[in-house]
């Protein structure tokens, strides 16, 4: 139950932003589920959802377990005929999805894993259909820095906040790290026009769990003040991860 109540709070705002994206693009068609790609979706966290919507859903993730998983979720929630999963990666996301194919591809915590990311948001834009739908979900290195120096790791708050892949030493486990600046840019040379920046994780890697445990409402409050700081500025500087709608 907690660990649900702090996953809830830390994707609300993404599914939201997301909805509202899907729900414009809707418009073309109305009444008629859209095709989406879900970049990593792995165990179908959002693309179930969005498939007891009335989307079909494409799944592009490289662990046969993740998609396993997936098959399970969607048959549990009779979703099974609008979910598909695909063994396969970034790289492969053209031949397996199909060019022009998607109406949105969802990429959430891929980009910062992949060999090449220029080559995976290229691949992206060759799967979406014209005004298409990019949701692009990356870690930022703000915030990094800061969680470094907070702990009392202050030289490697210092490598964090130098090194271009925003990485704080050999034994960070993840291979990069993105600030809003350069992933606007990469998206930019790629084809794609940004529409919208909101931070996601503001404050709820920062407050302590046992208050959000357990005092009555804090959770939902919790969820208000990241939503209310999403866009600020200077708040979505040291989010963790910032979340982006582009249209191809």
Request: proline share 4%.
């Amino acid at each position: 139950m907690v660990d649900r109540r702090r996953r809830a709070v830390r994707t609300a705002l993404v599914g939201e932003a997301l909805r509202v994206a899907l729900a414009a693009r809707g418009r073309v068609d109305p009444g008629a589920g859209l095709d989406i790609v879900d970049l990593g979706g792995g165990t179908g966290g959002f693309a179930v959802p969005l498939a007891v919507e009335g989307h079909r859903v494409t799944v592009v993730d490289p662990s046969p377990d993740a998609l396993a998983s997936l098959e399970r979720r969607a048959r549990d929630e009779g979703v099974s005929e609008l979910v598909r999963g695909v063994q396969g990666d970034a790289a492969e996301l053209p031949g397996l999805a199909g060019e022009s194919s998607a109406d949105a591809v969802l990429c959430h915590g891929v980009l910062e894993v992949v060999d090449d990311p220029v080559q995976a948001l290229q691949a992206m834009a060759s799967v979406l259909r014209e005004g298409g739908v990019l949701s692009l979900l990356v870690a930022q290195r703000n915030a990094v820095v800061l969680a470094r120096a907070l702990a009392g790791h202050l030289a490697e708050a210092r490598v964090a906040l130098q090194d271009p892949d925003g990485r704080w030493g050999a034994n960070d486990p993840m291979p990069r790290r993105f600030d809003e600046a350069g992933i606007s840019a990469q998206l930019a040379d790629t084809g794609f026009m940004v529409h919208a920046v909101h931070g996601v994780r503001t404050f709820a890697d920062l407050v302590p769990s046992a208050f959000v445990d357990s005092e009555a409402g804090a959770a939902e409050s919790l969820a208000e003040l990241e939503r209310t700081a999403s866009q600020h500025p200077a708040f979505r500087a040291l989010a963790t991860q910032l979340h982006i709608l582009a249209t191809r």
